[in-house]
């Protein structure tokens, strides 16, 4: 059971209001049907109003002037009660990965792998690759060679990090011939990678992904493309080859954007658009062909 001084030392509240012996075991969604006193459940400032319904529990809430009393329940009122919740998840309920190398991953004999990582079950990492501290790896993912991998990246279930990308031209008797791939891919600090991503190695240089990008289930991104710090790119979005994404950018599912594309910081690609021409700084797109709906 966690008591409520162990709460508060994670979220920082504004102010607290309810019992110095209130303590939880378990989160649950909102729910003001709820009768259990030891759960703990999180609420935004636009149903505050909902709170005096509530018969027992502690929430996480935000100050508004709908805040009702409600000496029935307990309530930590802090400035973000999605960011405060999130918090708790990591501090107390998370699971993680115990470090350590599963037995059947394959590992080239060049790479040095960190005590403090996580390698799942037949995960492979081929030769020349750069593994940072605090690095988790999921199941059957591969690793291609010459691969970077900096501090505190975690990567999903069935990726391919570092194949050969789709380069081809034709020869002189009209088949297409592969463009081989000598470049290599760079994941820097503290990236999340989803499940079953595909993330292609330059041609010559350096497909990279920026720190503290995010990037979900199904995406794939080709060769030579450029990701800046913080940016989303969402369930099976297709990032063509060469494009260069900035900073703080927000990609949604099923989008594509087309090679040497270049979308600048804090612009938004709207779901399903089709990006066929430069996404300016703060711009929101949408459509196919994708308009721009917000300037910056």
């Given amino acids: 059971m966690l008591s409520i001084t162990d709460l508060l030392k994670v979220v920082a509240p504004l102010r607290y209001a309810g019992s110095d012996d209130a303590a939880f075991d378990r989160v649950i969604p909102f729910d003001i049907n709820n009768n259990d006193s030891t759960v703990l459940m999180w609420v935004g400032a636009a149903k505050n109003s909902l709170l005096s319904q509530l018969t027992a529990g502690t929430v996480l809430c935000e100050a508004s002037d709908e805040l009702p009393g409600n000496d029935k329940i307990n309530l930590v009122v802090v400035p973000n009660a999605r960011a405060a919740f999130r918090q708790v998840l990591e501090a107390f309920f998370k699971k993680q990965h115990p470090a350590g190398i599963h037995p059947t991953a394959i590992i080239s004999t060049s790479v040095y792998i960190p005590a403090d990582c996580y390698i799942g079950a037949y995960a492979v990492i081929e030769e020349g690759c750069s593994i940072g501290n605090g690095v988790s790896i999921g199941h059957h993912s591969v690793i291609g060679p010459d691969t970077i991998i900096e501090d505190g990246v975690i990567i999903g279930t069935h990726c391919s990090i570092g194949g050969d990308g789709f380069g081809y031209e034709k020869d002189n008797a009209g088949h297409y011939m592969q463009i081989p791939h000598i470049g290599h891919v760079h994941i820097k600090d503290h990236v999340d990678i989803g499940n ?71 612009a938004r690609v709207g779901m399903g658009s089709m990006v066929f021409r430069n996404v300016n700084k703060d711009e929101t797109v949408m459509g196919n062909p994708a308009r721009v709906t917000k300037s910056g």
Avoid at 224 to 236: C, H, K, W
Avoid at 251 to 257: D, E, F, G, L, Q
Wanted: proline share 1%; net charge negative; charged share 15%.
């Fill in 196 to 266: 079953h991503v595909c993330i292609d190695k330059g041609t010559l240089g350096a497909t990279t992904i920026g720190s503290w990008s995010r990037i979900d289930n199904l995406v794939h991104i080709a060769h030579n493309v450029q990701i800046g710090t913080d940016t989303l790119v969402i369930a099976q979005a297709m990032i063509a080859g060469s494009c260069i994404i900035g900073n703080d950018v927000w990609i949604a599912p099923c989008a594509a954007i087309l090679n040497k594309i270049n979308v600048e910081d804090g």
